[in-house]
């Protein structure tokens, strides 16, 4: 069977983290700019290559001050590591789903990761284009890649939870 690659349609998709703030409350952020590319043989998702880029200068809480203070050094510096990157990355059966195993790297720092990956199913669009969706969840240990900025709280426990939960609506668009 041929291969088939496909790109991210960036205008239909959206990447957002969210971490507990004092304990509490959720804070919800995205990334605004990022690409991916999905491999695969025709139309089959199983076993199909995934890898993924995102610029840390693009994360939008919708605070000024808190954004600014993503992109230091205290957490993701994005001045001196410019992108976020997920290789190496398979899709793979698992019961109605798929499990997306990969290399993370933020910060410099590479580890596995795993997320789960809902297929939404292929359409063609008005213009003619096949568009693959997908919904992926997850969650990673933000202290696996070195943002380990936080502060205990008087009340006890901390401002910033450790685990981010990653949540994408992704949308592909089939190449020629």
């Known amino acids: 069977m041929a291969t088939t ?29 990022f690409t991916s590319e999905l491999v695969s043989e025709g139309d089959d998702f199983n ?35 410019p992108l976020l ?12 789903d798929y499990a997306l195993k990969g290399n993370l790297t933020i910060k410099g720092i590479t580890k596995p990761v795993q997320l789960t990956v809902e297929f939404g199913g292929i359409a063609t669009d008005p213009w003619g284009n096949t568009k693959a969706g997908f919904t992926l969840s997850g969650k ?27 949540l994408g609506e992704l949308q592909f668009v089939k190449q020629a």
């Open 140 to 166: 990673i240990k933000r202290t696996d890649f070195g943002l380990n900025w936080n502060a205990a709280l008087e009340t006890g426990g901390v401002m910033v939870s450790e685990e981010v939960r990653i």
């Open 85 to 96: 990157t997920f290789d190496s990355g398979v899709l793979s059966e698992d019961g109605d």
């Open 5 to 33: 690659k496909w790109s991210l349609d960036p205008t239909h998709s959206e990447l957002q983290f969210k971490v507990k703030h004092l304990m509490i409350t959720t804070v919800t952020g995205k990334l605004n700019e």
């Open 47 to 81: 076993h199909a290559k995934v890898s993924f880029e995102a610029k840390p200068s693009s994360i939008d809480t919708g605070n000024t001050d808190r954004d600014n203070h993503l992109k230091s050094p205290d957490f993701f510096d994005a001045d001196q590591f």
